[in-house]
């Protein structure tokens, strides 16, 4: 980059989704700031601010990258030239401002407090594959899986498990065992991004950090969110998580003998 300019803009018309899809995964760097007058985007980096601004400028679709200096002329970079001057009205923000997650009404959450906020700007958050693959740290299965497990094989290594019954899961899979190591028994193991749960070889979209996620939900920091199916969710205290016990174990299913009579 030439002497004159330390700020980079890039200048287009991407599709809106394109933008905010984009403009989400780097919804925590501030050192990016966008603006939109009538159709046409404007996203600004300040080179000292970002080492890799031109490379992720470059990524915006259908977008060209300039060079801005003192004057507010556009030069194309790589060219000598301006060819455009930037609005002197122009009204920068940072991503975050620019870009709301917002649940489906497909996905059916349970155990959340109050109502979520409905915003412009929205990205659907969403369930998807990956091929990433990590070791589970919970499970869900049958509470009486769960139950024959721990009666017969009650170690020392299975006492770090803690375990609880979803209200919103159907039997079979309405136990979750949260720890490490995880027994090899029939159930859904599911991996964790602070204390947001998955099935393993499974992550949402758009990438957003997990914290995003939890302020979207208003979930304590404690707490758990479980996602294992595509189309549900449960947020989980982490309070109704009881260490793995012989005592435990029946206590619970004396409760569900009287829930279920």
Do not use: Y
């Given at each position: 980059?030439?002497?004159?300019?330390?700020?980079?803009?890039?200048?287009?018309?991407?599709?809106?989704?394109?933008?905010?899809?984009?403009?989400?995964?780097?919804?925590?760097?501030?050192?990016?700031?966008?603006?939109?007058?009538?159709?046409?985007?404007?996203?600004?980096?300040?080179?000292?601010?970002?080492?890799?601004?031109?490379?992720?400028?470059?990524?915006?679709?259908?977008?060209?990258?300039?060079?801005?200096?003192?004057?507010?002329?556009?030069?194309?970079?790589?060219?000598?030239?301006?060819?455009?001057?930037?609005?002197?009205?122009?009204?920068?923000?940072?991503?975050?401002?620019?870009?709301?997650?917002?649940?489906?009404?497909?996905?059916?959450?349970?155990?959340?407090?109050?109502?979520?906020?409905?915003?412009?700007n929205r990205l659907p958050l969403r369930w998807?594959?990956?091929?990433?693959?990590?070791?589970?740290?919970?499970?869900?299965?049958?509470?009486?899986?769960?139950?024959?497990?721990?009666?017969?094989?009650?170690?020392?290594?299975?006492?770090?498990?803690?375990?609880?019954?979803?209200?919103?899961?159907?039997?079979?899979?309405?136990?979750?065992?949260?720890?490490?190591?995880?027994?090899?028994?029939?159930?859904?193991?599911?991996?964790?991004?602070?204390?947001?749960?998955?099935?393993?070889?499974?992550?949402?979209?758009?990438?957003?950090?997990?914290?995003?996620?939890?302020?979207?939900?208003?979930?304590?920091?404690?707490?758990?969110?479980?996602?294992?199916?595509?189309?549900?969710?449960?947020?989980?205290?982490?309070?109704?998580?009881?260490?793995?016990?012989?005592?435990?174990?029946?206590?619970?299913?004396?409760?569900?003998?009287?829930a279920n009579p």
């Amino acid at each position: 980059m030439s002497e004159r300019s330390q700020m980079l803009i890039a200048r287009g018309r991407p599709n809106h989704s394109d933008i905010l899809r984009w403009m989400t995964l780097l919804r925590d760097r501030p050192e990016f700031q966008a603006a939109v007058m009538e159709d046409i985007w404007f996203v600004r980096a300040e080179q000292a601010a970002a080492k890799d601004a031109a490379r992720v400028l470059s990524l915006l679709p259908n977008a060209e990258l300039f060079e801005l200096d003192e004057q507010l002329r556009l030069t194309p970079v790589g060219k000598s030239l301006p060819v455009d001057v930037l609005p002197e009205e122009i009204e920068w923000k940072p991503f975050r401002q620019l870009t709301r997650l917002w649940l489906p009404n497909s996905l059916h959450c349970h155990g959340m407090n109050g109502e979520l906020a409905q915003t412009s700007n929205r990205l659907p958050l969403r369930w998807r594959p990956s091929e990433q693959l990590s070791a589970p740290e919970a499970l869900l299965c049958s509470f009486a899986d769960w139950t024959s497990f721990v009666l017969k094989n009650l170690q020392p290594k299975w006492r770090s498990l803690r375990f609880g019954c979803s209200q919103a899961s159907e039997p079979p899979l309405n136990t979750l065992v949260v720890g490490s190591p995880i027994p090899s028994i029939p159930g859904t193991r599911l991996v964790s991004c602070e204390r947001i749960l998955m099935p393993v070889a499974h992550t949402w979209f758009p990438a957003v950090p997990a914290q995003s996620i939890r302020k979207l939900l208003r979930v304590k920091e404690a707490d758990w969110i479980l996602w294992d199916q595509e189309d549900s969710l449960e947020v989980v205290s982490d309070s109704d998580l009881i260490p793995t016990t012989r005592v435990s174990i029946r206590t619970t299913a004396h409760a569900f003998a009287d829930a279920n009579p």
